[in-house]
């Protein structure tokens, strides 16, 4: 069993930046990777970013790529996720989770822990 929860959630302002941590226990990660994600109201659950633990190697969607970094902190069992000019449009929940599937996963399906959520809200 993994354990994750996220902080650092808040309403800001349009091209504000936030990040959004994430406290993982339970398990050593080192054969996890960690997403994030996140789901605005009346929409799907959308990938933002993943890293392998054992070597932070990252990868994300190409829509995404510029405004949103992922890392994570091996002492701490920490994963954060640093959001930079940040849109309205980016409002949602947002989700960490760990997956042990090989290769960077990039659905929903393919993690199977996650986090309570953090709101982030940005207005106009």
């Known amino acids: 069993q ?10 800001v302002q349009a091209g504000d930046s936030l ?4 406290a993982a226990s339970g398990r050593t990660l080192s054969s996890y990777y960690m997403g994030w ?3 605005a109201p009346g929409k799907e659950r959308e990938f933002i970013a993943t890293i392998r633990w054992i070597d932070g190697s990252t990868l ?8 949103f970094t992922i890392s994570r902190d091996n002492a701490r069992n920490m994963v954060f996720l ?13 989700y960490c989770a760990a997956s042990q599937v ?16 953090t709101q982030v809200t940005v207005s106009s």
């Open 102 to 117: 090989w290769g960077h996963p990039t659905s929903s399906s393919q993690y199977n822990y996650w986090g309570q959520g």
């Open 2 to 11: 993994v354990q994750l929860v996220e902080s650092g959630g808040g309403l």
């Open 82 to 94: 640093q959001m930079n000019s940040l849109k309205p449009e980016d409002t949602a929940v947002y």
């Open 37 to 39: 994600f996140r789901q």
């Open 19 to 22: 990040r959004l941590s994430c």
């Open 60 to 67: 994300y969607p190409d829509s995404g790529k510029g405004r």
